[in-house]
């Protein structure tokens, strides 16, 4: 029995809605197009895929923070992992942050980020107390966010400023 993978697949304006239960643990409401090629080889239990992926009008919601970003932009994946470069991304009042980073995993598994988030007066927590009641608010930002980690073990490295219409509460 020959359990090896050998596909190349086209994307043409791919809906990122049914990947929603995959990234439950970081983003909810994931929004948008895909379109591009990926190759998917090696086998069932270990696929190796490769390509490049426009994403188009897309958009989510990182779950602890409630601040939903929206971007068009290309990624690479190589060997499962997904590499942005100088990538745009917009909150709801149009301000902007340029992404660096990976998205790193084991086949799908064991998912490892290190990710570098250049903001300029960008909406970065938009929590009400029935979100989380020890700290909420609206806080706006510009500066330097490195995040690296697990999803249950995330190292935050922050090195900015708030901006005006900033309101935070620490109960």
């Known amino acids: 029995l020959n359990n090896g993978l050998d596909f190349n697949v086209k994307l043409d304006k791919l809906r990122l809605d049914p990947f929603n239960p995959f990234l439950a643990k970081l983003v909810e409401n994931l929004r948008g197009m895909a379109s591009g090629e990926v190759s998917i080889d ?20 990182i779950k602890y923070l409630q601040s939903r970003y929206n971007f068009s932009e290309r990624i690479k994946i190589i060997n499962n992992n997904i590499y942005f470069r100088d990538m745009r991304v917009f909150d709801g009042y149009g301000n902007k942050a340029f992404i660096n980073g990976s998205l790193r995993n084991s086949y799908f598994r064991d998912l490892q980020f290190d990710i570098a988030i250049q903001a300029e007066d960008l909406l970065f927590l938009n929590t009400k107390s029935t979100d989380n009641k020890l700290f909420y608010g609206t806080a706006f930002a ?30």
């Open 142 to 171: 510009t500066g330097l966010v490195n995040i690296s980690g697990s999803p249950s073990n995330v190292d935050l490295k922050i090195s900015a400023k708030t901006e005006k219409n900033t309101v935070f509460n620490l109960n």
């Open 42 to 61: 090696g086998t069932i239990d270990k696929p190796v895929v490769n390509g490049e992926i426009n994403l188009q009008k897309a958009a989510f919601t």
